[in-house]
């Protein structure tokens, strides 16, 4: 997947159909938001995209069939150096999409994980103009990265085009994905219990977030305003097929309890990243789960 450098070093081209996504809302709401406060998405090999989406969001022209994103980097990938990335969004003419709904107010979300999910980064590119957004951003090791785009064109609906990158650079041991035996975790002096109504797939299933002070075990009831929200949960299956972005059923909660919704797409293995705000710092805490048929 490496090219030379200087001009493009990778490109892909990623397919999502619109008539796949239609659904009844608004469109202030279309940008992450699933019938639950989500989105959810099946993620593909971006040569043959394809999504599945459960979300409240406008109804998308089905006329208007294909998108297509393209990622470019200007010069080899390498570990620990800074590398600049761009994303062009077309459609299936090859013509930019010029309009974007402003989604937890970004145009894009763009989601980087390794290939054994043990590095997650949630950053937002630039938007150029022309169906062009851009970005420099680094990787820690070599190995395998998923890029992953988070977007919603003007009038459409929520949409999330991928690939895979090779990054050059001294590679580490890949870890397997295990599910957590302990939905507990201490991040940055916060002590974070994570419970769920259900592991079934295909049932709705409420995420509960319970954030206290690690020292005292007394809930952090100030959460602050992250992207317009009391937090944010990106969730990947284990083979970063599976992804959804969800949004808390209360975005204005103060903590320490901040509750999603969603529905697992299929059983197995799946990481979930937790991202909040307090005292003008963002924390990501991350879980893994087994879900059942």
Request: aromatic share 8%; with cysteine; glycine share 8%.
């Amino acid at each position: 997947m490496m090219m030379r450098s200087k001009k493009i070093m990778l490109m892909l081209t990623g397919v999502l159909a619109f008539d796949v996504l239609s659904a009844c809302g608004t469109p202030k709401e279309s940008a992450h938001t699933d019938g639950h406060g989500g989105m959810n998405h099946t993620e593909k090999n971006s040569e043959t995209e394809g999504a599945s989406h459960d979300h409240a969001g406008p109804h998308a022209d089905s006329t208007a069939s294909i998108l297509k994103a393209s990622f470019s980097f200007a010069s080899d990938v390498k570990a620990n150096e800074n590398s600049h990335l761009t994303i062009q969004i077309t459609d299936a003419d090859g013509n930019p999409v010029n309009e974007f709904e402003m989604g937890h107010e970004k145009r894009m979300h763009l989601i980087v994980v390794s290939k054994d999910l043990s590095y997650f980064n949630h950053i937002h590119p630039d938007y150029k103009g022309d169906g062009k957004f851009a970005i420099e951003t680094s990787f820690p090791v070599g190995g395998e990265y998923k890029i992953l785009a988070d977007f919603v064109p003007k009038g459409g609906a929520s949409t999330a085009l991928s690939e895979w990158v090779n990054v050059g650079g001294q590679e580490k041991a890949q870890k397997p994905v295990h599910a957590d035996s302990n939905l507990v975790k201490e991040v940055d002096g916060k002590k974070i219990e994570l419970s769920l109504s259900t592991k079934k797939a295909n049932n709705d299933v409420n995420l509960t977030f319970n954030i206290m002070d690690a020292s005292t075990n007394e809930g952090i009831n100030n959460l602050e305003q992250y992207l317009g929200a009391v937090g944010h949960v990106v969730i990947l299956s284990e083979d970063a097929e599976q992804y959804l972005h969800v949004h808390p059923t209360e975005e204005k909660a103060p903590g320490p309890k901040a509750e999603f919704m969603t529905s697992f797409p299929h059983s197995g293995i799946y990481k979930i990243w937790g991202q909040f705000q307090h005292d003008g710092e963002v924390f990501t805490v991350p879980f893994v789960v087994d879900v059942s048929e």
